[in-house]
């Protein structure tokens, strides 16, 4: 009898997925306690999960079959510290004394600004695997630049002003990444061939996501306004669908195959020298001589001599 939908057990994804949905939802809750515990909480997910994404990343770069995984991955280092940034300075938290609003939103386009950066290149890759090195680089000296352009030269364009809300410029750098991540994800359906079956709902899902959360961002006119909680559940579902698919993809499903593999191949050579052994059985069993074997397992020669007539040989069954 088949297993129906119903009856099938959960598996650890299942139980993992369920696992996140409820910590999203905690954080979701903690909005209508205090909002700037929300904000917290909600970034503080997506950096620890972006800082372990990276890991996997950099960990499996040698063995990580899939470009827009290994990409997305190493990109997301360097965004979470960006992201990290942006919670330090969010409106209420006291950290960076004398600014308003614009650094955090500054911020935050700076970190989407690499996030989208690496979801286009990762959509461009060849089936080539990268090398993980030059990623990394490139992404550390995108940071650099713009932490250097906001903190020190102050020539990053203001994002956010008090008593107008956003500014032209952020609102049409949102409306660019949404752009940009629909020509991606049109590349990305294109070549669906290249991926796994299994993993490509977890890509597609990332940048539908990511383009929602970048609407979001448009639309709010309070930085504790609804759209802009929006705006970060969307982005924990983001950090989530990179995450498990590396984690399933960089460490599960090829473990899995590589003891699939190991399994048939030890099943194979078992029934190989099953066979070997009857076929040396029937030989020596049909032979009216003797047959012998040289042990060199130990460091004695070790004669076994087998004969079907041994009293008419005079041998022993085992001579030294």
Same mark, same amino acid.
């Given at each position: 009898? =088949?297993?129906?939908?119903?009856? $099938? @057990?959960?598996?650890?994804?299942? %139980?993992? +997925? !369920? *696992?996140?949905? #409820?910590?999203? /939802? ?94 286009? =290149?990762?959509?461009?890759?060849? $089936? @080539?695997?990268?090398?993980?090195? %030059?990623? +990394? !680089? *490139?992404?550390? #000296?995108?940071? /650099? ?176």
């Amino acid at each position: 009898m =088949a297993t129906t939908a119903a009856q $099938r @057990r959960p598996t650890v994804w299942d %139980l993992e +997925l !369920a *696992a996140v949905a #409820a910590v999203a /939802a905690l954080i979701v809750a903690t909005r209508a306690y205090n909002y700037l515990l929300f904000h917290t909480l909600a970034e503080l997910f997506s950096v620890v999960v972006g800082l372990t994404a990276f890991s996997i990343a950099w960990n499996t770069r040698r063995t990580l079959d899939t470009p827009f995984l290994l990409v997305v991955g190493l990109t997301f280092g360097p965004v979470a510290i960006v992201d990290l940034l942006h919670t330090l300075a969010f409106k209420g938290m006291g950290v960076f004394t004398g600014f308003d609003a614009n650094l955090p939103t500054q911020l935050w386009i700076a970190g989407r600004i690499l996030e989208v950066g690496g979801l286009v =290149a990762a959509s461009l890759w060849s $089936r @080539r695997r990268p090398a993980a090195g %030059l990623v +990394l !680089a *490139a992404g550390m #000296a995108g940071l /650099a630049l713009l932490l250097g352009a906001i903190f020190w030269l102050e020539i990053f364009p203001d994002c956010w002003r008090e008593g107008q809300g956003l500014t032209p410029f952020k609102i049409a750098a949102e409306y660019l990444f949404m752009a940009v991540l629909a020509l991606a994800l049109g590349r990305l359906l294109l070549r669906r061939r290249r991926f796994h079956p299994d993993l490509f709902p977890y890509i597609v899902a990332s940048v539908v996501l990511v383009i929602v959360e970048e609407a979001c961002f448009t639309l709010y006119s309070d930085v504790y306004g609804v759209f802009n909680m929006a705006g970060h559940i969307a982005k924990i579902a983001v950090y989530y669908m990179v995450y498990a698919g590396l984690v399933r993809f960089g460490f599960a499903v090829p473990q899995e195959t590589l003891y699939r593999q190991l399994s048939a191949l030890n099943a194979r050579l078992a029934d190989d020298a099953l066979r070997s052994n009857e076929r040396a059985a029937l030989a020596v069993a049909a032979s009216d001589g003797a047959a012998w074997e040289w042990d060199m397992r130990s460091p004695a020669v070790v004669l076994r001599i087998y004969a079907k007539t041994t009293a008419r040989s005079g041998f022993r069954g085992e001579m030294v």
